[in-house]
């Protein structure tokens, strides 16, 4: 267990969210609890932990009035920042179930959700993103809509204006929570791995047991400062920000946008970042832009420092031997590793990644930079933390040691089985899928395989079942998005890939007779190779499909698309003896036209590192 400092707090199994908050508050009321940017007034905007408790009181009596009771659903639709979280704990308060929205998810997809949950409440940022999703569906089960808006109450009865209320309740007391650590915290929707809506039923028990083991796993500086860069919505982000703020007393900070972040880590001083692997893919990438223009002489001590860094890093995780060249460390550390991390990364101590695999390339890079990166694994179902490394045993190929208190076994198919305090109930009123992955000794079955090439550490190979994990951590499954896509005319065969890519992209097999005419009349020729390889014509599929997958969430939708006249057959080995496709065979085949579609990235080398860690 990682050293953490005095004002640490200690759970127990009937802790509830609501009562490690006060316990936070009463501990250290004025200590810093979130920092955020306010473009309007143009200046950092900081909340000590009282102030956070009157604005979760407000919001108290903003959901009372509204008619909230125990086991309600409330669906949160804002972007990342203390009134999500604000929220999120006056809903727990009052014994109700926080549902967590993306704001960059489609309207049809917020709208199911929404009709899945039998949300009552939806608490939004912006008119327009409300009326996008009530034109998809009236929502039968919502009786108020609360939203951020400076356009008065909207056309709709059930919407109020959030901030006027909050203003009116600014000044009422917050009231001790009402739930059990048994009781339904959170029903968390996956990022998207099928058409049918499927939340895990967590529970405070679950969410507590999962942020204090997370606590005592990374490490804690006396002052912590997190910065939150994955969405709320995910239950990855609360457990290893939010919730794990509340335990460590660490300060979060909210960065507004993507583009900011880098910004942000160098203005406010973050001590830690967890994030995806593609945006430690976009430091690599920076990094080397930067390079590109420095003479070659300084790329070669860059490149030198690297080597001598991961040499170092090996050194102290106990695998290598002490080497006289050690002593240059300090001095390179100081000067150039320092120089060239910090306008990407700031003064972080340490990086947690989840989600997918980090490339090889990334992972030495930053840690022969002194960054050290931990990878871990989780999903939804577990809470969602399973593994993750440590400061003083951490294998970059590997997702690092079980949290304590989590088993793991690996069955006679190599599938990885979980049983922690961390998993799920089920899923949301779907007992038959909840049985299909949890059996009767509590064992939750992740469909990810599994190997150990030591005792200590766990090695993720694969999936049981074709599921695609893209570099921001989302996961799409392409069997549904190919069989949608084969929907079109124009489509005789099609894969889908994206695996530990930023977006999906489709390769598509269609017979000359029928883009042939089509292409005419775009002006292009079939028989010419640059034609088909065109902008034109892929963006011509791409407005195809997007009526297609119109069903399927934002982070599903195709992207890119690589057009062949190739037809794909038995023979040539891209179908099987059953007449369907061989995706592996084909993303193969057309590796090079796939390249091409993603364009400049980091070298995605394949390691034993989780393939399918899902962020929840």
Same mark, same amino acid.
């Given at each position: 267990?990682?050293? #953490?400092?005095?004002? $640490?707090?200690?759970?127990?199994?009937?802790?509830?969210?609501?009562?490690?908050?006060?316990?936070?508050?009463?501990? !250290?009321?004025?200590?810093?609890?979130?920092?955020?940017?306010?473009?309007?007034? /143009?200046?950092?905007? /900081?909340?000590?932990?009282?102030?956070?408790?009157?604005?979760?009181?407000?919001?108290?009596?903003?959901?009372?009035?509204?008619?909230?009771?125990?086991?309600?659903?409330?669906?949160?639709?804002?972007?990342?920042?203390? /009134?999500? *979280?604000?929220?999120?704990?006056?809903?727990?308060?009052?014994?109700?179930?926080?549902?967590?929205?993306? $704001?960059?998810? !489609?309207?049809?997809?917020?709208?199911?959700?929404?009709?899945?949950?039998?949300?009552?409440?939806?608490?939004?940022?912006?008119?327009?993103?409300?009326?996008?999703?009530?034109?998809?569906?009236?929502?039968?089960?919502?009786?108020?809509?609360?939203?951020?808006?400076?356009?008065? +109450?909207?056309?709709?009865?059930?919407?109020?204006?959030?901030?006027?209320?909050?203003?009116? &309740?600014?000044?009422?007391?917050?009231?001790?929570?009402?739930?059990?650590?048994?009781?339904?915290?959170?029903?968390?929707?996956?990022?998207?791995?099928?058409? #049918?809506?499927?939340?895990?039923?967590?529970? &405070?028990?679950?969410?507590?047991?999962?942020?204090?083991?997370?606590?005592?796993?990374?490490?804690?500086?006396?002052?912590?400062?997190?910065?939150?860069?994955?969405?709320?919505?995910?239950?990855?982000? #609360?457990?290893?920000?939010?919730?794990?703020?509340?335990?460590?007393?660490?300060?979060?900070?909210?960065?507004? @946008?993507?583009?900011? *972040?880098?910004?942000?880590?160098?203005?406010?001083?973050?001590?830690?970042?967890?994030?995806?692997?593609?945006?430690?893919?976009?430091?690599?990438?920076?990094?080397?832009?930067?390079?590109?223009?420095?003479?070659? *002489?300084?790329?070669?001590?860059?490149?030198? !420092?690297?080597?001598?860094?991961?040499?170092?890093?090996?050194?102290?995780?106990?695998?290598?031997?002490?080497?006289?060249?050690?002593?240059?460390?300090?001095?390179?550390?100081?000067?150039?590793?320092?120089?060239?991390?910090?306008?990407?990364?700031?003064?972080?101590?340490?990086?947690? $990644?989840?989600?997918?695999?980090?490339?090889?390339?990334?992972?030495?890079?930053?840690?022969?930079?002194?960054?050290?990166?931990?990878?871990?694994?989780?999903?939804?179902?577990?809470?969602?933390?399973?593994?993750?490394?440590?400061?003083?045993?951490?294998?970059?190929?590997?997702?690092?040691?079980?949290?304590?208190?989590?088993?793991?076994?690996?069955?006679?198919?190599?599938?990885? *089985?979980?049983?922690?305090?961390?998993?799920?109930?089920?899923?949301?009123?779907?007992?038959?899928?909840?049985?299909?992955?949890?059996?009767?000794?509590?064992?939750?079955?992740?469909?990810?395989?599994?190997?150990?090439?030591?005792?200590?550490?766990?090695?993720?190979?694969?999936?049981?079942?074709?599921?695609?994990?893209?570099?921001?951590?989302? @996961?799409?499954?392409?069997?549904?998005?190919?069989?949608?896509?084969?929907?079109?005319?124009?489509?005789?065969?099609?894969?889908?890939?994206? /695996?530990?890519?930023? +977006?999906?992209?489709?390769?598509?097999?269609?017979?000359?007779?029928?883009?042939?005419?089509?292409?005419?009349?775009?002006?292009?020729?079939?028989?010419?190779?640059?034609?088909?390889?065109?902008?034109?014509?892929? @963006?011509?599929?791409?407005?195809?499909? @997007?009526?297609?997958?119109?069903?399927?969430?934002?982070?599903?939708?195709?992207?890119?698309?690589?057009? !062949?006249?190739?037809?794909?057959?038995?023979?040539?080995?891209?179908?099987?003896?059953?007449?369907?496709?061989?995706?592996?065979?084909?993303?193969?085949?057309?590796?090079?036209?796939?390249?091409?579609?993603?364009?400049?990235?980091?070298?995605?080398?394949?390691?034993?590192?989780?393939?399918?860690?899902?962020?929840?």
């Amino acid at each position: 267990m990682a050293t #953490r400092p005095d004002h $640490c707090l200690t759970t127990d199994a009937q802790t509830t969210l609501p009562a490690l908050f006060a316990q936070r508050v009463a501990r !250290t009321p004025d200590a810093p609890a979130y920092r955020f940017y306010a473009p309007k007034s /143009e200046r950092w905007i /900081e909340m000590n932990w009282r102030d956070t408790a009157r604005r979760v009181a407000a919001w108290q009596a903003i959901l009372t009035s509204a008619g909230v009771q125990p086991h309600d659903r409330v669906a949160i639709m804002l972007r990342n920042s203390p /009134e999500w *979280l604000c929220v999120d704990q006056a809903i727990l308060s009052l014994g109700a179930v926080t549902v967590g929205l993306l $704001c960059t998810d !489609t309207p049809g997809n917020n709208a199911a959700l929404i009709d899945d949950s039998g949300a009552r409440v939806l608490v939004a940022v912006k008119q327009d993103w409300v009326t996008r999703i009530l034109q998809q569906s009236d929502g039968p089960a919502l009786e108020r809509i609360l939203v951020f808006s400076d356009t008065g +109450e909207g056309g709709d009865r059930r919407q109020r204006n959030a901030r006027v209320l909050l203003d009116r &309740h600014a000044d009422v007391a917050m009231q001790p929570g009402v739930a059990e650590a048994d009781a339904l915290a959170s029903l968390v929707y996956a990022s998207g791995t099928s058409t #049918r809506p499927r939340a895990s039923m967590v529970s &405070h028990r679950n969410f507590v047991w999962c942020a204090q083991a997370t606590a005592d796993a990374l490490p804690t500086p006396e002052h912590d400062h997190a910065v939150s860069y994955l969405p709320l919505a995910h239950g990855y982000e #609360r457990v290893v920000d939010a919730y794990r703020a509340m335990i460590t007393g660490a300060t979060i900070t909210f960065t507004r @946008k993507p583009r900011f *972040l880098n910004l942000t880590l160098m203005r406010t001083r973050a001590t830690s970042l967890v994030a995806a692997p593609r945006t430690y893919e976009l430091f690599y990438l920076e990094l080397h832009r930067r390079l590109a223009r420095r003479p070659r *002489l300084l790329r070669q001590l860059v490149a030198f !420092t690297i080597r001598l860094g991961n040499a170092v890093f090996e050194y102290q995780q106990g695998r290598a031997r002490r080497r006289l060249l050690f002593l240059l460390w300090p001095l390179l550390q100081a000067g150039m590793a320092r120089y060239f991390l910090r306008p990407l990364c700031g003064e972080l101590e340490y990086a947690g $990644c989840a989600g997918a695999a980090l490339p090889r390339p990334v992972a030495r890079t930053l840690i022969g930079l002194g960054l050290p990166v931990f990878q871990g694994y989780g999903l939804t179902e577990a809470g969602p933390m399973v593994s993750c490394n440590r400061l003083d045993d951490n294998d970059p190929n590997s997702v690092g040691r079980e949290l304590d208190g989590v088993e793991t076994r690996v069955d006679a198919d190599g599938e990885l *089985l979980v049983r922690s305090p961390g998993v799920m109930a089920g899923y949301w009123q779907d007992e038959a899928a909840t049985a299909q992955v949890i059996d009767a000794a509590g064992w939750l079955h992740t469909g990810d395989k599994a190997s150990r090439l030591d005792k200590e550490h766990l090695y993720l190979t694969g999936r049981i079942k074709e599921v695609i994990a893209m570099a921001t951590g989302n @996961k799409a499954l392409p069997e549904p998005l190919e069989g949608a896509l084969r929907g079109d005319t124009l489509v005789d065969n099609v894969i889908v890939v994206g /695996e530990a890519r930023p +977006e999906l992209a489709a390769v598509v097999s269609c017979a000359p007779e029928l883009l042939g005419p089509v292409m005419h009349r775009m002006g292009l020729s079939i028989d010419v190779a640059a034609d088909l390889a065109s902008v034109e014509l892929e @963006k011509f599929y791409i407005k195809r499909f @997007k009526g297609l997958l119109a069903q399927f969430p934002a982070h599903a939708q195709i992207r890119h698309v690589a057009v !062949t006249t190739a037809a794909w057959t038995r023979d040539n080995g891209l179908l099987d003896d059953a007449g369907c496709v061989k995706r592996r065979a084909v993303a193969r085949h057309y590796a090079h036209d796939i390249a091409r579609l993603f364009g400049q990235r980091a070298d995605n080398e394949k390691t034993d590192a989780s393939q399918n860690t899902n962020l929840g």
